[in-house]
């Protein structure tokens, strides 16, 4: 067993990493809250997995145990899908005292945590994510949303959970196309902040679990120096500008959101090191361990106007600039606040092909 503390003051919480896990849920979140009464929010595929052994665990820990399924995908994470949560949530007469847990992957996290955060002003919330990219960075930091037709998570708050559970072995169900998309937001840590871990990644050189780790503990020191994403924690956001418009431009069904950012990453990167602001070879380094993990890297055929049109909406908008996310070199990020307009040459210059 693994286990890092994320500390926040009362709002503190421990990180538990241990295989078989799933199993002993229900003694992990008794006493963490003081109600009696829980509702488990899955999708269709986790649940039919991990729901049962999930629900009979917590009884056994004398809980009264409801849950609610929604349909796997993206589409999912809607704000037309909160009534149906609520009304679960108010069908098992939930109370703040009581608690929601998230069982799956970063939609389910994202989803079922606003839901409990907006659901009677606040209940307790338990992350218990299922999917590489969930386990190594959604679950961990509070951030919970739900996307709108014109951007993705632009109705959110800063939610954070009372525990978040592990189980690695979660990951031995796990489709290969979406562990690939949990290596998109793993590399993006080692990119950013940690050039050993990179070079491990890079080299295969990390077991499964100590990678989990690895990502959590990046993860939560960010979120210690700035919870609410004003200055340092929107490094975590390095791929994302381009990634989340990407996602956008394709109805969130062409690209996952690893994919998407790891085209972010290596697109954003290619661009910098032309105007002078990256150390050159940086954005080859990338591509390279891009494609050792089977992961998309090209910019795709897209209408500039609407791309444009979504990066106007990212919530890195602040104060008329828009602060993208770039790195000097492997392990070095820094927040490079530009015009609207001046992101065009960016862009322009990416949709040349360059």
Same mark, same amino acid.
């Given at each position: 067993?693994?286990?890092? =503390? ?5 709002? %503190? ?5 241990? %295989? ?9 979140? %008794?006493?963490?809250? #003081? ?7 899955s999708d269709g595929n986790v649940a039919a997995l991990y729901l049962s052994r999930v629900k009979n665990s917590l009884a056994s820990a004398g809980l009264e145990v409801s849950s609610a399924v929604i349909p796997p995908g993206e589409q999912s994470k809607s704000i037309n899908s909160l009534p149906t949560l609520y009304n679960a949530f108010l069908d098992a007469k939930l109370s703040r005292s009581d608690l929601v847990i998230a069982l799956g992957g970063g939609v389910v996290g994202d989803l079922a945590g606003y839901a409990a955060a907006s659901y009677l002003r606040g ?7 299922? %999917? ?28 954070? #959970?009372? =525990? ?40 295969? @050189?990390? /077991? ?72 050159? @070879? ?17 910019? #795709? ?29 492997? @392990? ?9 307009? /001046? ?12």
């Amino acid at each position: 067993m693994k286990k890092l =503390k994320l500390k926040l003051g009362e709002r %503190s919480y421990n990180i538990i990493i241990e %295989s078989g896990v799933l199993d002993r849920i229900g003694l992990e979140v %008794s006493g963490i809250f #003081p109600g009696k009464r829980v509702c488990v929010v899955s999708d269709g595929n986790v649940a039919a997995l991990y729901l049962s052994r999930v629900k009979n665990s917590l009884a056994s820990a004398g809980l009264e145990v409801s849950s609610a399924v929604i349909p796997p995908g993206e589409q999912s994470k809607s704000i037309n899908s909160l009534p149906t949560l609520y009304n679960a949530f108010l069908d098992a007469k939930l109370s703040r005292s009581d608690l929601v847990i998230a069982l799956g992957g970063g939609v389910v996290g994202d989803l079922a945590g606003y839901a409990a955060a907006s659901y009677l002003r606040g209940v307790n919330f338990v992350q218990v994510p299922t %999917s590489l990219l969930a386990q190594a960075d959604s679950s961990v930091g509070g951030k919970v949303a739900v996307d709108l037709p014109r951007g993705k998570n632009l109705v959110g708050a800063f939610f954070q #959970p009372k =525990k978040v559970l592990i189980d690695p072995d979660a990951l031995d169900t796990l489709e290969p196309r979406y562990y690939r998309d949990g290596m998109g937001e793993v590399i993006k840590h080692g990119c950013i902040c940690d050039r050993e871990f990179f070079e491990k990644l890079a080299s295969g @050189g990390i /077991d499964r679990e100590e990678m989990i780790y690895a990502n959590c503990r990046i993860k939560a020191a960010f979120v210690e120096r700035d919870e609410r994403d004003a200055g340092e924690r929107m490094k975590l956001n390095f791929g994302h500008t381009l990634g989340h418009a990407i996602e956008q431009y394709y109805d969130f069904k062409k690209y996952s959101h690893g994919e998407a950012v790891a085209i972010g990453m290596y697109n954003i990167t290619k661009l910098a090191e032309r105007k002078g602001l990256t150390k050159a @070879g940086t954005a080859e380094r990338i591509r390279m361990i891009l494609e050792k993990y089977s992961l998309p890297y090209e910019f #795709p055929e897209t209408d500039r106007a609407a791309i444009a049109q979504a990066v106007s909406h990212d919530k890195k908008n602040l104060n008329g600039k828009l602060n993208l996310i770039l790195i000097r070199e492997i @392990g070095e990020s820094f927040i490079y606040s530009i015009m609207p307009e /001046d992101f065009q040459d960016f862009f322009r210059g990416l949709t040349r092909g360059i």
